[in-house]
């Protein structure tokens, strides 16, 4: 069971369209996949049409009160679950300075239900704080959708330096930073990715285009590869896939 | 999480009120509406049927493509659509996805056995909630056998996970308005019951001797070797080999298990033979496994070392070339004819399974329990001691020991509670599953190793490092399964399991004893 944590200190990257997407594709290649929407504002559970409230409590699930496999809903895709997220979560950086050990709660929760399932992936909220480094010790690796603009390279940088500088926090976690709402009719998307991969080599090959295929995905309420099969925004996302795959 | 829930729709007038029900009081969508021909799959011992899973083949009446559904209790582990329109018949022929790939490990090189066959309509309708979401699937599958006599419609209610409360809710409001008769038997038993062919049979029942047990056992697995021998020849498919060597080894677990029951002398020679069958084909199956696997291991290098690893493939190959040669050339010796021919006769000479042990008469349910819980008392006890400590060859005994337990079981399937074997089963196949990767990556490591020697002569050493990036892969593989040792023994030496085991002689339904 490998955790994939869809991650950036930045909002408005892409990050929750990666999880619920790539989980998508994961699980229709027959893998068994999990969603862990921790992101209050709970846009993973809205496109899975989920209605976001954990059953006890989303304090209950950080403190081990609950199992986590209690608060598990079915998406409408065989092999895809979710948990779904609790406005509560806002409080969440709270719960964890409350509770003992606070960086390993979220993988202590994940262990109830790792035996069930392939990949499970954490959306997480934007920021850098008590919540993310709790992520950063569950996550097998970190995928960091970024938009090839000025502030988004900079939040990458801050996140590369920050991991730089904690080695014990991160372990053995993975970096997969990728282009997303990319834009090739942009000269400055075109000369940003090509700085950013020439000083960072480790940047995947795949990039997520900025597509309205995309943005539908609020109107459908379902993962692109339900909806758009076949389309551009929909293939790159399988590519990305395999290439993340490659990378584990 | 619930169960499926059941019912019998026998008059058209039933189904039609169910839908009036069900569209008067929650949103319903239809999910698909199928009319197919349809056959069940399970392999001899019928180890799907012991983890309460079911593999369909359907083959739509009309346009469209065949299809494959591995299911467990109404919920799709994986569907997928065939390229080839005929039914499977053994792991080589499954998809290459994940899920089945995890199939092909449960089923362990056994063939598929063709189940009762219908023809069917099938139409799935979702329940919704206020945001368009399914929290239920009804399932209304009317059938027929291929001879024309039509099945009662059975009505199948899938709760989906976290959705419990609504879906009894909405079946509580279609049973109080519609008279409905509930029952358990799914569509594949009743199929079963009314074509005359249940689950394949396997020849095996509690109130056998022990002897008999086991003659029939080891002809059924034998069967499986004369149907791979010739595809083990050839060498054209790796399945055929690993079928092979997976019957071997169940073999010789029945032949270690059978003292007492199978005549000793007879016993020590085959014992004997077996092991020397299985260690001609072993360098074959590894050179097979290199080669199956090194793509992947190759991919998790950067592209310029992959294509570094050109030159190691030709080594690989002609490796793999001069193993299946040698293999070949000790399957067609005089040493293995006769060794067959010995065997054959052995298994078909009713004397030699007549009064041959103390316990050739003992009804075989007995025996084989107590091999079982001595198998099982042998592997909690030896995995108790692992330690991060101990070294890798008592984790490659354990597994050993593992494998025991597993063969044991699998072979005496049908005579055991299917609940309680499911129960058993789970955890020890994912045991088996942790052991067997950090054994496969500690050979492969090695042999990778051995075998880059070949290419050390030349002067160009990309390859050698390249190689080294691949056996790096390897050792973090085989850390992680070290790692995921102690939590998925925990799982193992449980006392549900334990509890499974006292329950294994009991029949499902009334819970007496079977014996």
Redesign the interface.
Known sequence: MKVLATYNIKGGVGKTATAVNLAHVAAAEGNRVLVWDLDPQGAATFYFRVKPKVKGGGKAIVRGSIELGDAIKATDFDNLDLVPADFSYRHLDLWLDDAKKPLARIRRALRQVDHEYDYIFLDCPPSISLTSESVFRAADALLVPTIPTTLSLRTYEQLDRFVEENPDMVRELKILGFFSMVDRHKRLHRRFMTELRTAHPEMLEGTIPNSTDIERMGVHREPIGSYGKGSRAARSYESLWSEIQTRL | MSKVRRYEVTAAGDFASVLAVLTDHVGLQLVSLEEVERSWLDTAAGTLAQTDSTLEFRTPKGEGTASLTWATEG??????NCVAASVPAGAGDLPE??????LARLIDGESFVLGPTVNSQIAVL?CL?D????TARFVFDRSETLEGTALPMLLEIVP????DAEAAAIEKLVRRSVALSESATPMKARVGNATGTRAPSTGLAPELSAASAWRVVLQQLTKSITDSFSGVLSGDDPEDLHAFRVAVRRIRTLLQDGGEVIDPESRDRFRHEYRWLGDITTPTRDADVHLLEFPGLA??LPQARRDDLAPFNEVLIHHRNECLSSMVTDLRSIRRAEFGSAWLEFLSDDDAWTGCGELSDEPVLRVVIRRVEKAHRELVKNGGKITKKSPAIALHELRKEGKRLRYLLECFGPLFNEEALATILRPLR?LQDVLGEFQDTEVQGEALLELAGELATTDDHSALVAIGGVVEQLGVRGSTARNEFS??FG?FDDRKVQRALNRLETTKSSGKKKR
């Open positions: 919920r799709v582990l994986v569907h997928d996805t994940a899920a089945f790939t995890r979702a909630d945001e368009d979401k399914t989906l996970r976290g959705y991919a998790s994912d939590k998925v799982r």
